[in-house]
């Protein structure tokens, strides 16, 4: 089944302990994303990629990195989380850059930092 | 820079009434719209994509128009449901740049009674 996973699904941590949250499509899509969702704020984007090794800020990237080794993995890392990086995390992908193609998304990933 | 408003924030209806919910957004030159579903506290699903050369697209109960010289894409729902019952969200696409971000609405969640 073509589908973008996250790991993990949810996650409650303390300020400071650096996490990673895994994102991985079997589709070989080109390009990868991610976003936050906040009550109010909506979606915003905090990374992209538009293939294996090249990434790039989006809107958001204050506290987050990312990386892009493989075509399939797209992991976010938050090295010294922070109360408000408390949010829904979604991965997104499209099978090349620029815009006209359909993006799917992972089913999420809440963190909680406390 | 692009604003996509979707009005109003809720909406409930009696099960089996046909219904429309509405996106606007302030710059005219995307490649796309897409609509999604969200469940609560679950993904994105993508429900319909329209291209911008593109007036409208059907899937089963579903059917989405988009205007893009007025700002505007219209989701039509056939028939409601109680399993219609979630949050929509529209998202458009820029024209330029390769980066393919969303600019996402806030949403209209949509409660279906039975």
């Known amino acids: 089944e073509a589908q973008v996973t996250q790991n993990p699904r949810y996650l409650i941590t303390v300020t400071g302990k650096k996490l990673t949250v895994t994102c991985s499509q079997n589709?070989?899509?080109?390009?990868m994303s991610w976003y936050r969702q906040d009550p109010g704020l909506g979606l915003r984007q905090i990374y992209y990629?538009?293939?294996?090794?090249?990434?790039d800020k989006g809107d958001v990237p204050e506290g987050y990195k990312v990386s892009r080794k493989e075509k399939r993995n797209f992991p976010l890392i938050l090295e010294s989380p922070s109360p408000n990086q408390t949010s829904l995390y979604f991965c997104?992908?499209?099978?090349?850059?620029?815009?006209?193609?359909?993006?799917?998304f992972g089913p999420g990933t809440r963190l909680t930092v406390l | 820079k692009q604003e996509v408003t979707q009005i109003p924030a809720a909406l409930s209806v009696p099960e089996g009434e046909n219904l429309v919910l509405n996106c606007s957004f302030t710059?005219?030159?995307?490649?796309?719209l897409q609509w999604f579903r969200q469940d609560p506290g679950k993904g994105l699903t993508s429900l319909l994509l329209?291209?911008?050369?593109?007036r409208e697209q059907t899937s089963g109960r579903l059917n989405a128009s988009l205007d893009k010289s007025s700002g505007r894409s219209t989701l039509y729902i056939a028939a409601s449901q109680p399993g219609d019952s979630a949050t929509y969200l529209c998202?458009?696409?820029?024209?330029?740049?390769?980066?393919?971000?969303?600019?996402f609405g806030k949403g209209i969640t949509l409660s279906v009674r039975p």
């Open positions: 997104a992908s499209s099978l090349v850059p620029y815009s006209y193609n359909e993006q799917f």
């Open positions: 589709m070989n899509h080109e390009y």
């Open positions: 990629s538009m293939n294996v090794e090249v990434t």
């Open positions: 710059d005219s030159a995307i490649y796309n």
């Open positions: 329209i291209q911008s050369s593109q």
């Open positions: 998202a458009v696409s820029p024209y330029t740049g390769a980066n393919s971000k969303l600019t």
